[in-house]
């Protein structure tokens, strides 16, 4: 990895998308640093300290911003969210809104695009409204509809202004700038959750047997994460031979590298994100038995709340599978080349056959996400380490940092193989 980064850095084009995305990084977490005004941070805290668990799912998302209240608390969820609407439209309606963004082209693209930021900033505005009005309300110095509105105001345009960083991340810098502000906001909070966990051990307050399990769990999970993010299975093609004039093509085998998990860990976040609304519905009713429901049971530790996680990760995997792979345009586009299965036939044969491999990897994949992302959670349950870093986190941060480093690498694979040619 070093080795790759260092040749990385060698390479001017490359040296600077990486110096581009590092400082977007650092924008963002300056403006997590910074607090919306008219906050008592005392009483934040306080809000923060005595949480059950419901809040810790907004202050992952947001890069721990959510706990300090600055401008980028709301984080990239709404556009998350919004994302998740668009896609579940095109299915919905696959006449209308899937004909426009399948056969648009780049225009249809575009459109899909400009709709999401749309619904993001709508999302944004009643969300913010929301938490202004109902659960940051004990913390205002001067709580009124003023105030309410300035920070609905506020929250909106740093939710607006990331989705804008991380649009630019993506053309410009390297990797995928959403998911790059939640890896950032997870790693930033970890060297404050070291000290924290050790200071524990040493004056009693945390078990130490508990700190060593939940390494080892860790480790394994990174293990397994690389194994099964980096596992495929090859489907044999073989190409029919075809005479052109005097040149005979074709006629040599080949594969189909299909992976175990296609989809990466977005139905983590996928997930998470869907978790949350139900969540910032309740903060509407602070005082409802919808409200309390959620405080007692939707927490890391209860059995309701990783049933649903662990559901929400099935559905999602096999989703977002289906959005990024359709086995019939494949098979079309085979057939067109003179491939075909070995005993398979092309056309439509081809496609159920591919489907039903997409099928039974999809379900290994998914059931390897969800109880890698519920099976720290069922640790931490026993003992307590003081931070949240569970499964969710470990898979983020891993499978990020490992389609970062892909995305790195096919980048000097392709200067290399222009300067060859050069």
Do not use: C
């Amino acid at each position: 990895m070093f080795s790759t980064l260092r040749n990385a850095w060698k390479i001017p084009d490359l040296r600077k998308r990486i110096l581009y995305t590092l400082m977007m990084i650092v924008v963002f977490r300056l403006g997590s640093s910074i607090p919306v005004p008219g906050v008592d941070k005392t009483l934040l805290d306080q809000m923060i300290n005595n949480d059950q668990g419901l809040l810790g799912f907004f202050d992952l998302m947001s890069g721990g911003s959510f706990k300090r209240l600055s401008i980028f608390a709301l984080g990239i969820s709404p556009y998350i969210t919004a994302s998740i609407i668009m896609n579940l439209l095109q299915i919905a309606f696959p006449d209308s809104i899937g004909a426009m963004v399948k056969e648009g082209g780049e225009e249809g693209k575009k459109k899909s695009i400009q709709y999401t930021r749309y619904g993001t900033i709508v999302l944004a505005l009643i969300q913010g409204f929301g938490w202004s009005l109902t659960l940051f309300k004990p913390v205002f110095t001067n709580p009124n509809m003023g105030t309410y509105l300035l920070t609905t105001v506020i929250l909106t345009a740093g939710t607006a202004f990331l989705m804008y960083l991380g649009e630019k991340i993506t053309e410009n810098g390297i990797g995928n700038g959403i998911s790059l502000f939640i890896f950032a906001g997870i790693i930033a909070g970890l060297p404050g959750a070291l000290i924290k966990s050790y200071k524990g051990v040493v004056d009693g307050s945390m078990n130490p047997l508990t700190v060593v399990l939940f390494a080892v769990v860790a480790l394994v999970v990174i293990v397994a994460v690389i194994y099964v993010l980096e596992g495929v299975r090859k489907v044999p093609i073989q190409y029919a031979k075809r005479v052109v004039g005097r040149k005979m093509y074709g006629g040599h085998s080949s594969y189909v590298p299909i992976k175990v998990n296609q989809a990466g860990v977005i139905p983590i976040i996928f997930g998470i994100s869907l978790l949350m609304f139900p969540m910032t519905v309740a903060q509407f009713f602070p005082g409802s038995a919808f409200y309390a429901f959620l405080a007692k049971n939707f927490n890391s530790s209860h059995l309701i709340y990783n049933i649903f996680y662990a559901l929400l990760i099935v559905f999602f995997t096999y989703f977002y599978t289906s959005v990024i792979f359709n086995p019939e345009d494949f098979a079309e586009n085979m057939k067109r080349n003179g491939g075909f299965v070995p005993g398979i036939r092309p056309g439509k044969p081809t496609a159920e056959y591919l489907q039903k491999v997409i099928n039974r990897l999809t379900l290994a994949g998914s059931i390897y996400l969800a109880l890698i992302a519920v099976l720290p959670n069922i640790i931490l349950a026993v003992g307590s380490l003081g931070f949240r870093f569970g499964g969710t986190s470990l898979l983020i941060v891993v499978g990020v940092a490992l389609e970062t480093m892909k995305q790195i690498e096919a980048q000097m694979v392709m200067r290399h193989y222009q300067g060859f040619l050069k």
